[in-house]
């Protein structure tokens, strides 16, 4: 698929069409299985300013936490119990975590749960990811966002798109699994902008992508622009799995905080085959907000979408307009 067809599909063409097609590669390609990865926020602070989020540096209205190595460990251990084979560490991008504490803590969770790790823990200096990958870390997700540069200064003052890519070619080349990630509907993001979004996830031969629509939230520069439009999400989704057929996409938490009831519902049926539900203590969940009102997908709401995916059961009436 080329830009101009990508761009068709991104306006033009049926949802229901696309989403079909995306659903059916997905059968061919993944199976039928839903795959499930714990995720553990352990620190919310950042030393970044990234003008969409709420962990910004700036945001004065943050009550920060970091959770301990050994909360850390225990939370992963509870996973591994729970029969979730994953376990995601993320956080802010917090240098109070040195390159060692998460390398002692990765050898800590592989010790005794055997379980894939996931981080998630934002741009660090390369031997960072090297110490990491050999103290037993798989896969290392980072979203470049946009793939419009000048977008993505915008998105990360003093930052550089090709600093990204270049962290995300060098993961791969250490052997992790790598993820990339689009956001959806930013302020001054156009189709062109998304058609190359797609082709990029392509061309870093990405493990794994994140695809969440925008959402403002308070305290951050963008607060007042309006959420990304849940129909173009969907779309993304279904011209990555097109584009990429072996790709693990996660039904993101942005998509079930734009709609609770049928956001990850919907991005199974357009080509996902991932949840990530959400292991941190009840104490400090509310404090990790990107966004406004995100949601909190427990293992047991995860469970329940996949039933509903399994089961074929329709998304409410009120999406029948975006399936025509
Ligand atoms: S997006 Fe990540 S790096 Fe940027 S401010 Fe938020 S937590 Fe920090």
Redesign the pocket.
């Known amino acids: 698929m080329n830009r101009t067809e990508i761009l068709h599909h991104l306006t033009a063409s049926s949802l229901v069409d696309l989403a079909a097609r995306a659903d059916l590669v997905r059968m061919q390609c993944k199976g039928d299985e839903v795959h499930l990865r714990g995720i553990i926020e352990f620190s919310n602070h ?1 030393i ?3 003008t969409y ?1 709420g ?3 700036a945001n004065r209205n943050v009550e920060r936490y970091r959770l301990t190595p050994d909360e850390v460990v225990e939370l992963a251990v509870g996973i591994a119990a729970a029969g979730v084979a994953t376990v995601v560490l993320q956080s ?2 917090d240098f109070a975590y040195t390159a060692r504490d998460i390398a002692c803590i990765i050898m800590r969770i592989k010790e005794r749960t055997g379980a894939a790790i996931t981080l998630s823990v ?1 741009e660090r200096p390369f031997s960072h990811y090297e110490m990491w990958r050999k103290a037993g870390a798989d896969r290392y997700l980072m979203k470049h966002e946009t793939a419009n540069p000048e977008l993505y200064t915008i998105l ?1 003052p003093g930052k550089r798109l090709e600093e990204r890519l270049d962290a995300l070619r060098f993961l791969k080349g250490l052997g992790y699994e790598t993820g990339n990630g689009v956001i959806v509907g930013l302020p001054g993001q156009t189709l062109e902008d998304l058609a190359d979004d797609v082709l990029l996830t392509r061309e870093l031969c990405a493990d794994m992508c994140g695809i969440g629509p925008f959402i403002p939230q308070a305290g951050t520069p963008w607060r007042d622009f309006p959420a990304g439009r849940l129909e173009t999400t969907l779309r993304v989704f279904a011209l990555i799995r097109l584009i990429c057929p072996e790709i693990n996409l996660p039904a993101t938490t942005a998509l079930a905080t734009l709609d609770p009831q049928d956001g990850q519902l919907l991005a199974l049926m357009a080509g996902a085959n991932v949840i990530m539900p959400n292991f941190t203590p009840e104490r400090t969940r509310g404090m990790y907000k ?1 966004y406004d009102n995100k949601a909190d997908v427990s293992l047991e709401q995860a469970l329940a979408v996949i039933s509903r995916a399994r089961r074929r059961v329709a998304p409410s009436a009120r999406h029948a307009v975006l399936f025509q």
């Open positions: 950042c970044r300013d990234c989020c962990l910004r540096r802010g991008d934002g990360h990107i």
